[in-house]
Each structure stands twice: as C-alpha cells, then as structure tokens.
C-alpha cells in the first residue's frame, strides 16, 4: 500500500493567488479529514469526510477555504485568495473507523509571499 | 483552553532514562486515545492506541485515567532514535464524528 499520498511537497505562491491542495486516501479507508499545522497553533482540523461527504468544516478558517471529496480515492483544499497568514503544512490523513488512528500523508509545505 | 493540553518541553534526557509524558483533555465524551511520534519535518505517526486497562509495546506503556481525564506515556531505556515530539490525541466525541484532537506536543532530546 502506497500509504496517503499529497501533492504538492512544497508550494511557494504570491498572496491573492489560489492554491489547491490534492490528496488521495488509502484504499477502503472511508473517513478523510484536512489538518493544518503551524508551530504557534499545532495540529489543526479544517475539514472531515465520511464516506466522501463532509461532515464537520467547522474548522475552515474562513470562506478563501473550500474543500471537496468527487470520490472515495481523491480530495482537494483549494485556498482562494491565498494570503501569508495560511503559510503552514497541510496534511491529509484517512482512516478506517472511529477507534482506529490516522495515518497520515507527508504533508504539503505552503508558504504564500 | 485548548482541548488537549501537553507539557511542551522540550525534555532532554541522557541515554538509558525513564521519561515520561502527561496530557489532560477536557471532553469527557472521548472514546479513543492515542500517542503520535513526529519527527521534525515530517508527518505524525501512530505510536500506540491508549486502552482504559492501560498498555505496554516493548519500552512503551501508556496509562488512561478516565475519571481525571489524564493520560501519560513512559518510555524506559530511551534511545537516540526516541528523539521526537510526541503528540496526545484524543477523539472530538460523537458531536464531531469521532475526529481526532491532537496536542500541541511535548519535545524529546535523547543525548549520548
């Protein structure tokens, strides 16, 4: 199994650009969620699907942010406009059920100039 | 006040120590519990699950205290390889479809 795979690894884009985000779960994995790390705020949850439907974006930041899952093996995060203050990792993470953990793509470093 | 709240370190230990971390959360409706290893630079990883009973996996034992909403992990006969941040993680409870909250981290420096 290939594991979370996220691209890009890095993004450097001017500020008012859009950037989109791409990650594809682990097969038979039904459950998706969108974190975001900073090192004054940590591990952040922006966004959480099950079975390819969001059920909890409580955690988007504001309207630039948007998130969509067209099917069980791909989602994206698309910021619009993007702006300095959203520099930080994103990561994608799937799972398979409630007591089980996450496992965790490698991430895609944003930094917005 | 953050949900999961962690001693942020860093700890720095010699070779061979005992060490051991706390975390405290504050939604009683958790079901699941976890520790996560982060390298620097890198993705979280799943350590190991924390079960009410508590549980060991080789140098690794981890204790839940539901009534205090404590959890702790104790690493003996630390390595240099145990040099990470360790992140507590808790689930957000059925409101939140069982997402996961994470800690903020607590640092480890294993030195020769």
């Known amino acids: 199994d290939a594991g979370v795979i996220q691209s890009p690894r890095h993004e450097v884009t001017e500020m008012g650009q859009e950037v989109t985000l791409r990650c594809k779960p682990i097969s038979g994995h039904n459950s998706l969620f969108w974190y975001r790390q900073t090192m004054m705020r940590g591990l952040e949850l922006l966004i959480y699907f099950n079975n390819n439907v969001p059920i909890d974006d409580s955690g988007m930041p504001e309207d630039r942010f948007s998130a969509k899952m067209p099917n069980a093996s791909f989602s994206t995060l698309k910021i619009q406009p993007s702006e300095p203050r959203d520099s930080a990792v994103y990561f994608c993470?799937?799972?398979?059920?409630?007591?089980?953990?996450?496992?965790f793509g490698s991430g895609t470093r944003l930094t917005v100039v | 006040r953050k949900e999961v709240e962690q001693d942020p370190g860093p700890f720095n230990v010699p070779e061979g120590a005992t060490v051991a971390f706390n975390c405290t959360y504050s939604?009683?409706?958790?079901?699941?519990f976890f520790w996560y290893r982060q390298d620097c630079r890198k993705e979280p990883k799943l350590l190991m699950s924390v079960y009410s009973s508590g549980n060991e996996d080789g140098r690794f034992t981890a204790q839940l205290n539901r009534a205090s909403q404590y959890i702790s992990l104790l690493i003996r006969d630390s390595k240099l390889s145990d040099s990470a941040t360790y992140l507590c993680v808790v689930n957000m409870g059925r409101h939140s479809g069982y997402a996961l909250n994470f800690g903020k981290g607590t640092s480890l420096l294993v030195t020769p």
């Open positions: 993470a799937s799972s398979s059920g409630v007591n089980y953990g996450y496992t």
């Open positions: 939604n009683s409706a958790s079901q699941s």
